[in-house]
């Protein structure tokens, strides 16, 4: 689940679309405005997503938004207490509230049934009004949030590998309002990694822009951070921050993990012959192409020894574009090495390196990584990857004992 991109915009466009106007609009005050401690949440439910838009038309606060997913930390750590059971059960389900007095309420039908009963006026349909609009309004707005959760789908669920395994010390805040795309894209990544934070709704005609214009903005969504020191509007920046303080990494394209996962094993195959092919195994003496190889194989290792992290590259490939940029955010200097713009004949510079690469190790994709001298594979495959290597928790290791011969290569920050 890595940074939020244009499709990720213009789906979570679609979304406040299909939620009609749902989460947008204030329709009645809160004079306390912190009456709810706790509300154990997942971003991207339907029960969830009714809760979030009744809170955001309510103007209400949550003192602490907890991201509540299968894999999160609120399961086992003891910073925050797991959520009790509600006023009516002895069980609980999210979404989850607990109020400033006490009490618990489990579920998005006895939330808004409490939050219908305190607040009178507040209910965005009337579901006694059986009229022909008012029941297909009922019906667009159930199908919209199952459209909802679908344009979204992979987000903002569960915890993602490269999150922390520690809480921050004190909540983000958070001004947003339910409706918005950009605020949506903001919660998605505080579930993913499993950050709570203060909610301060800001919907349209809230009284609390003007709270927020005293912080230099009028727009939603925007962060504060008290452990840092960090405020910021603006989405993408806010993300950015949020991936840059609070992950261990931040995660490569999803769609590249994708055709890593599917397409590169299909066309294995023909990168094996197109890279021999390439080399001059076809019509070559055999054993003029083998003494090419084993030089091109000293090559690599002469230059895998002698830097502790080497990098071989294609200067067009995304994949080799995210490696670089995923070491870069690491602060791991890397000694790289181009074998031209793309494996595609006329555009390779170097095939012998390529076939030399795949004779020795077996795989002939880039890019792919060395780190003192031994072979891990490429961005997400290999033996075992970067990626996984950074979810096992080993790169750190194997860069320690690669440091050991040299000191090269930065630490982590």
């Given at each position: 689940?890595?940074?939020?991109?244009?499709?990720?915009?213009?789906?979570?466009?679609?979304?406040?679309?299909?939620?009609?106007?749902?989460?947008?609009?204030?329709?009645?005050?809160?004079?306390?405005?912190?009456?709810?401690?706790?509300?154990?949440?997942?971003?991207?439910?339907?029960?969830?997503?009714?809760?979030?838009?009744?809170?955001?038309?309510?103007?209400?606060?949550?003192?602490?938004?907890?991201?509540?997913?299968?894999?999160?930390?609120?399961?086992?750590?003891?910073?925050?207490?797991?959520?009790?059971?509600?006023?009516?059960?002895?069980?609980?389900?999210?979404?989850?509230?607990?109020?400033?007095?006490?009490?618990?309420?489990?579920?998005?039908?006895?939330?808004?049934?409490?939050?219908?009963?305190?607040?009178?006026?507040?209910?965005?349909?009337?579901?006694?009004?059986?009229?022909?609009?008012?029941?297909?309004?009922?019906?667009?707005?159930?199908?919209?949030?199952?459209?909802?959760?679908?344009?979204?789908?992979?987000?903002?669920?569960?915890?993602?590998?490269?999150?922390?395994?520690?809480?921050?010390?004190?909540?983000?805040?958070?001004?947003?309002?339910?409706?918005?795309?950009?605020?949506?894209?903001?919660?998605?990544?505080?579930?993913?990694?499993?950050?709570?934070?203060?909610?301060?709704?800001?919907?349209?005609?809230?009284?609390?822009?003007?709270?927020?214009?005293?912080?230099?903005?009028?727009?939603?969504?925007?962060?504060?951070?008290?452990?840092?020191?960090?405020?910021?509007?603006?989405?993408?920046?806010?993300?950015?921050?949020?991936?840059?303080?609070?992950?261990?990494?931040?995660?490569?394209?999803?769609?590249?993990?994708?055709?890593?996962?599917?397409?590169?094993?299909?066309?294995?195959?023909?990168?094996?012959?197109?890279a021999q092919w390439q080399a001059?195994?076809?019509?070559?003496?055999?054993?003029?192409?083998?003494?090419?190889?084993?030089?091109?194989?000293?090559?690599?290792?002469?230059?895998?020894?002698?830097?502790?992290?080497?990098?071989?590259?294609?200067?067009?490939?995304?994949?080799?574009?995210?490696?670089?940029?995923?070491?870069?955010?690491?602060?791991?200097?890397?000694?790289?090495?181009?074998?031209?713009?793309?494996?595609?004949?006329?555009?390779?510079?170097?095939?012998?390196?390529?076939?030399?690469?795949?004779?020795?190790?077996?795989?002939?994709?880039?890019?792919?990584?060395?780190?003192?001298?031994?072979?891990?594979?490429?961005?997400?495959?290999?033996?075992?990857?970067?990626?996984?290597?950074?979810?096992?928790?080993?790169?750190?290791?194997?860069?320690?004992?690669?440091?050991?011969?040299?000191?090269?290569?930065?630490?982590k920050s």
């Open positions: 689940m890595s940074i939020p991109g244009p499709f990720d915009t213009f789906t979570s466009g679609l979304v406040s679309i299909v939620r009609l106007t749902q989460g947008v609009t204030v329709t009645q005050t809160d004079p306390i405005q912190r009456s709810i401690k706790y509300l154990y949440d997942i971003e991207n439910d339907r029960d969830c997503r009714q809760v979030r838009e009744r809170l955001t038309e309510l103007d209400l606060c949550v003192t602490t938004v907890l991201p509540a997913a299968p894999n999160s930390k609120i399961w086992s750590t003891q910073k925050y207490p797991p959520p009790p059971p509600s006023s009516s059960s002895s069980s609980f389900t999210l979404p989850h509230m607990v109020l400033a007095n006490g009490q618990s309420l489990s579920g998005a039908a006895e939330i808004l049934d409490y939050l219908d009963t305190k607040y009178p006026s507040s209910q965005s349909t009337d579901t006694t009004d059986q009229t022909l609009v008012a029941t297909a309004k009922l019906i667009l707005l159930d199908l919209g949030n199952y459209l909802a959760e679908l344009l979204r789908y992979g987000r903002g669920r569960q915890v993602i590998t490269a999150a922390r395994s520690d809480y921050p010390e004190q909540p983000l805040l958070l001004y947003s309002y339910e409706g918005n795309q950009f605020c949506r894209l903001v919660r998605e990544v505080l579930c993913e990694l499993d950050v709570p934070y203060e909610l301060r709704n800001a919907g349209k005609q809230s009284p609390r822009r003007a709270e927020l214009a005293k912080r230099g903005s009028t727009l939603c969504p925007f962060l504060v951070d008290p452990n840092t020191g960090t405020s910021m509007p603006e989405s993408k920046e806010i993300v950015a921050y949020l991936y840059q303080t609070y992950a261990r990494w931040t995660p490569p394209n999803e769609v590249l993990q994708w055709a890593s996962d599917v397409v590169l094993p299909t066309v294995r195959p023909l990168l094996t012959w197109v001059g195994s076809r019509g070559a003496d055999p054993e003029q192409y083998a003494q090419s190889i084993r030089e091109a194989a000293s090559q690599i290792e002469a230059m895998t020894v002698s830097h502790p992290v080497v990098v071989y590259t294609y200067d067009l490939s995304p994949f080799c574009t995210e490696t670089k940029a995923l070491l870069d955010r690491l602060k791991i200097e890397y000694k790289e090495v181009s074998l031209g713009l793309e494996w595609i004949p006329g555009l390779l510079k170097e095939p012998v390196l390529r076939a030399a690469l795949l004779e020795n190790t077996g795989q002939s994709s880039l890019p792919h990584i060395f780190i003192g001298g031994e072979s891990i594979g490429g961005l997400f495959s290999g033996t075992p990857g970067l990626v996984p290597l950074l979810e096992q928790h080993q790169l750190w290791n194997k860069l320690t004992a690669a440091q050991s011969k040299s000191n090269v290569f930065g630490k």
